[in-house]
């Protein structure tokens, strides 16, 4: 290497950078995990009115799955209802008794629908209202329809801004592996200036900083992609009491190639991109 | 041949570097370029490299137009023009060889040449045993070989020197001069800006004298005339 103190410290900076970039990946995967858990929550419930033919929902549920916004519909029949009511009151005996003295079934059978997108869950619903259904005794969405809206804005509202921070962060991370590799290169500058004058075109004068910057990408790259062994490590059990649902640490080991890959692309990128800018005004001689 | 028409060169708004310079150089011609520090001579050679750009005026190298070349097509000038300055401007990082072999690289040159050319360089500027040295181990002198060997290496038609006994004493500057001279006597062209009196008027050389940016005096077989 030309210059062994100012490669390793262009290296840590690009290290770090790289981190950044890849620990707000992560971060962004286990937001969209979080998200994912909250959308998958919210639905529209249909109650048919007892004893309604099974084939006339199943009707309705085929006309449903066939819309674009619609990503599941789940049917709970009238007997399947029941069990789970039973079920969850088996500890209540009046309750239990007083279904015993009914001969006929009173809860409703059920369609759950989820939306591929919950701000599409009005469209679903007014389209069910508008087919006036006879058999639908009710749509429940209307009745959550403040609480889903305002969840769903909120769930948008910080899939946006996350994305800025995520990108602003990205930007001054890069912004300062960019300046760091400009400050080596000045210190070639008289170097440059020589092959210059002796006559060496722009292409041989840039080609040992492009090759520096593509093995400043790839060390710190490889680097960071190790780094995030131990880190998550330590971290993942501690993120897994706030998100249950996913194990960073598992996580990244099935990943690892994605996320070397990830990191070591964007490492030479940045290090080739960098380097060629920075090359570039003092070949202006 | 080398033509400067009609050349002025204005770094600052207020002052000529150089002011309608009209020059005719020679092939095989060894000129010197005299005057007090300012006059200008360095400018004229950076010109001539098209380091700098003039502000009016052309230059021509065997009528190809340098002052019209872009930056890419400058090193096609500069391996025809080899050049030689007061502080070498070695590769502190490189030998002797590699800073010599490097101007033969940047030309495009074949490995084999460069075996072959590299130590023939250096031994015409007496320089072979020192091939393996870095610059931090050689004297001013043996520098300025080295600077030589990389100015004539690529086989030039010019070599240019801009004060290139400017750090050296009395006697090792007489020994870079004649190094010049030798080289010019095997066919190249040398120019050579210095405000050293007495090896000017040793050479009984052309000698063209600067004044304020001006062409004052350009006579066949001058003296330093202040
Ligand atoms: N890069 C520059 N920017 C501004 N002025 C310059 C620059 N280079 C040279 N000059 C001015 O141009 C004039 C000629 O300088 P130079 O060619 O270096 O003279 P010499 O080599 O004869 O000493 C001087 O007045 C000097 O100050
Ligand atoms: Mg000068």
């Known amino acids: ?100 003295e009914l001969d006929q079934n009173p809860l409703e059978a059920t369609l759950n629908i989820k939306a591929k997108d919950p701000t599409k869950l009005q469209d679903v619903a007014d389209y069910l209202q508008n087919k006036k259904y006879p058999i639908v005794d009710k749509i429940n969405y209307y009745e959550n329809q403040v609480v ?24 001054i991370a890069m912004l300062v592996a960019f300046n760091t590799i400009r400050i080596a290169i000045w210190s070639a500058r008289e170097e440059i200036n020589i092959m210059r004058l002796v006559g060496a075109s722009s292409w041989f004068i840039r080609g040992p900083f492009l090759f520096e910057g593509v093995m400043h990408g790839i060390a710190s790259g490889g680097l960071a992609a190790i780094l995030f062994y131990p880190v998550l490590w330590v971290v993942s059990p501690k993120l897994l009491v706030v998100i249950p649902s996913i194990d960073m640490h598992v996580y990244y080991q099935q990943h690892l190639l994605q996320f070397g890959g990830i990191l070591i692309g964007v490492g030479v990128v940045l290090g080739v991109f960098s380097s060629f800018i920075a090359v570039h005004r003092y070949l202006r001689v | 041949m080398i033509v400067f028409d009609n050349i002025s060169k204005i770094y600052t708004p207020t002052q000529f570097a150089l002011k309608n310079v009209n020059l005719r150089i020679l ?20 010109l001539l490299i098209a380091e700098e750009k003039p502000t009016e005026g052309k230059i021509f190298l065997d009528g190809l137009e340098v002052t019209s070349l872009g930056y890419g097509e400058l090193p096609k000038v500069r391996r025809r023009i080899g050049t030689v300055f007061q502080d070498y401007k070695l590769l502190p990082n490189k030998t002797a060889f590699e800073n010599v072999a490097f101007a ?22 007496g320089l072979l045993d020192k091939a393996d040295n870095f610059p931090h181990e050689l004297s001013g002198g043996e520098k300025q070989r080295v600077a030589i060997a990389r100015a004539l290496v690529n086989r030039p038609e010019v070599i240019m020197a801009d004060e290139p006994t400017g750090s050296l004493d009395p006697i090792t500057s007489i020994d870079i001069i004649k190094l010049l001279l030798k080289i010019n006597e095997l066919g190249t062209t040398i120019i050579l800006a210095t405000h050293n009196k007495e090896v000017v008027d040793e050479l009984g050389r052309r000698v063209i004298t600067m004044e304020k940016g001006e062409v004052v005096r350009d006579e066949e077989k001058g003296k330093y005339v202040i």
């Open chain 1, 1 to 100: 290497m030309r210059n062994g103190w100012l490669s390793t410290a262009t290296i840590l900076v690009m290290t770090l950078t790289l981190f950044v970039i890849g620990g707000l990946i992560l971060m962004g995967v286990a937001a969209q995990v979080v998200l994912g858990d909250l959308e998958g929550k919210i639905d529209i419930a249909v109650y048919f009115y007892p004893n309604s033919s099974e084939s006339d929902i199943m009707n309705i549920k085929n006309s449903l799955e066939a819309l674009s916004d619609v990503k599941e519909v789940s049917y709970i029949s009238q007997d399947a209802v029941l069990a789970e009511f039973k079920d969850r009151h088996k500890n209540d005996a009046t309750i239990i008794n007083a279904l015993g």
């Open chain 1, 148 to 171: 889903i809206d305002r969840l769903s804005g909120i769930l948008a509202g910080v899939r946006n801004s996350g994305l800025a921070v995520i990108f602003v962060l990205a930007a």
């Open chain 2, 27 to 46: 092939p095989k011609e060894f000129v010197s370029v005299v005057g007090a520090s300012g006059a200008g001579k360095s400018t004229l050679l950076k």
């Open chain 2, 104 to 125: 033969m690289e940047a030309a495009g040159a074949k490995d084999s040449d460069i075996r072959e050319d590299v130590p023939e360089a250096l031994g015409l500027v």
